[in-house]
């Protein structure tokens, strides 16, 4: 099976822009979930999408927004992008909600200057 | 709310030799997961070992093995034979089993060097 994927692998915008990010799960998983990784706050936790709706969200502002497709891929959204939303986004995935494994996507790698 | 502690930043170990790494964590549920993630420089999140909490039996596979102290709330990951791959930024995180919160908490992170 081929691993979680995620689109693009970079990107660089401008502050005030907005940016839309890919996720394709695992075939067959139905959960996936969002991070943000920076080196100072490591891992912080964004949302959760199962069955297309979002399930747990994290304690981000409103400009990050996300949403899960009837085939389970996912998108999130960053509106009016500030200096500090530079960070690797990671996408995981799993089978099921619950005590199923996460995997991970390679991440894409936003830069906001 | 849960708190995930990873108290050393850098680690180094000599190739074939053990490395401990530590994680403690808070919180007041008596029924969780607990996950050590190792994330090498290529960036791909990959899962090392899970505990369930309501083993006392000690999580091992090949080289890793954990040290689960649930009274304590330490979590701590030892590498044995040590290999040059095995460099990489580790994390400890916990996950709830509460329905509803299955989202995970992830330390801060630790980065392991491996000597030659």
């Known amino acids: 099976k081929a691993g979680v994927t995620q689109t693009p692998r970079y990107l660089i915008k401008t502050r005030g822009q907005q940016v839309t990010l890919s996720c394709s799960p695992i075939s067959g998983h139905r959960s996936v979930s969002w991070y943000q990784q920076t080196p100072g706050q490591g891992l912080q936790f964004l949302f959760e999408?199962?069955?297309?709706?979002?399930?747990n969200k994290g304690n981000f502002p409103g400009r990050f927004s996300g949403r899960q497709f009837s085939n389970s891929r996912s998108e999130m959204n960053v509106s009016t992008l500030e200096l500090g939303d530079s960070a690797l986004y990671l996408c995981?995935?799993?089978?099921?909600?619950?005590?199923?494994?996460?995997?991970f996507g390679p991440g894409t790698r936003l830069t906001v200057t | 709310a849960q708190t995930v502690t990873q108290s050393q930043p850098e680690m180094s170990v000599q190739e074939a030799e053990t490395v401990t790494l530590s994680c403690t964590y808070d919180t007041s549920e008596s029924d969780y997961y607990l996950f050590w993630y190792k994330q090498p420089p290529s960036r791909q999140m990959i899962l090392v070992i899970r505990?369930?909490?309501?083993?006392?039996q000690n999580a091992t596979e090949n080289r890793f093995s954990v040290n689960f102290q649930k009274a304590a709330k330490s979590f701590s990951l030892k590498i044995s034979d040590s290999q040059l791959g095995d460099a990489a930024m580790y994390f400890c995180a916990y996950r709830s089993t509460t329905s509803g919160t299955y989202k995970y908490i992830f330390g801060t992170g630790t980065r392991l060097k491996v000597l030659a």
């Open positions: 999408y199962f069955s297309e709706t979002q399930r």
């Open positions: 995981a995935s799993s089978l099921n909600r619950g005590l199923n494994e996460q995997y």
């Open positions: 505990q369930e909490a309501y083993k006392q």
